[in-house]
């Protein structure tokens, strides 16, 4: 089983839509959970990062936790043309070296 | 947020040859970076940990000798791909924290390099 597992998609969705991307994770000691928005042949540009179990919320994305399920989800309302990219989940894992695992990344294609 | 700055942003070298990458942290001190590989359509994997002043720490699997790191300053770290073949053309990117290892990491744009 992987450490983070993610549906790789892809996802495509009519403009104006709620999009909402999921990852699990396999150990309940994983800590920090962050969401990054990788656009084709560019590095990953960090959008959300969550610690504790809840919502968190940043202008049209909103990031949950759920740790008793270990499910981590990103949200995006009013899903725009400019959101198609691949958007990957990491966590911290669970020890202190400030490596990232990573999910597969899940590709979405907002159509206007 | 903070800056990460890769150079060069894609590479074309032929079989044989040594290619470097720099990763530049620009608006902060980093004394941990790390080095990620991406092949097309899959995620990022760890190749290493650049650490200033010292060693860097390979993932296991990746060959030390082939992809040298050097982290000689709190700003710059250098990975170099030595005797180049087709297989190691890949997306080579890297991070790095302005804080603690359990903060927010930024990235490169990544360098695409290809071996011909």
């Known amino acids: 089983q992987k450490e983070v597992e993610q549906d790789p998609g892809p996802l495509s969705v009519p403009e104006g839509a709620i999009v909402s991307l999921n990852c699990t994770y396999s150990?309940?000691?994983?800590?920090?959970f962050m969401w990054y928005r990788q656009y084709s042949r560019k590095g990953p540009e960090l959008l959300m990062y969550?610690?504790?179990?809840g919502n968190k919320e940043d202008g049209r994305f909103t990031a949950q936790v759920d740790k008793s399920s270990k499910y981590i989800s990103l949200f995006i309302r009013d899903s725009q043309p400019s959101d198609s990219a691949t958007y990957l989940c990491?966590?911290?894992?669970?020890?202190?070296?400030?490596?990232?695992?990573f999910g597969q990344g899940t590709t979405l294609q907002v159509k206007p | 947020g903070a800056v990460v700055s890769q150079h060069p942003s894609w590479v074309i070298c032929k079989s044989g040859t040594s290619v470097k990458i720099e990763c530049r942290s620009l608006?902060?001190?980093?004394?941990?970076m790390f080095w990620y590989r991406q092949f097309p359509k899959q995620s990022l994997m760890l190749m290493a940990t650049?650490?200033?002043?010292?060693?860097?720490?390979?993932e296991q699997g990746v060959e030390k000798d082939k992809f040298l790191i050097n982290h000689a300053s709190l700003t710059l770290s250098t990975l170099t791909v030595t005797s180049a073949h087709p297989e190691d053309s890949s997306f080579y990117i890297c991070?790095?924290?302005?804080?603690?290892?359990?903060?927010?990491?930024?990235f490169g744009q990544g360098t695409r390099l290809t071996v011909v």
């Open positions: 650049s650490n200033e002043g010292s060693k860097a720490t390979y």
């Open positions: 990491a966590t911290s894992g669970s020890s202190n070296t400030g490596k990232l695992i």
């Open positions: 969550t610690y504790s179990s």
């Open positions: 608006d902060f001190q980093a004394t941990t």
């Open positions: 150990n309940s000691a994983f800590q920090y």
């Open positions: 991070s790095a924290r302005p804080g603690q290892l359990n903060t927010e990491a930024f």
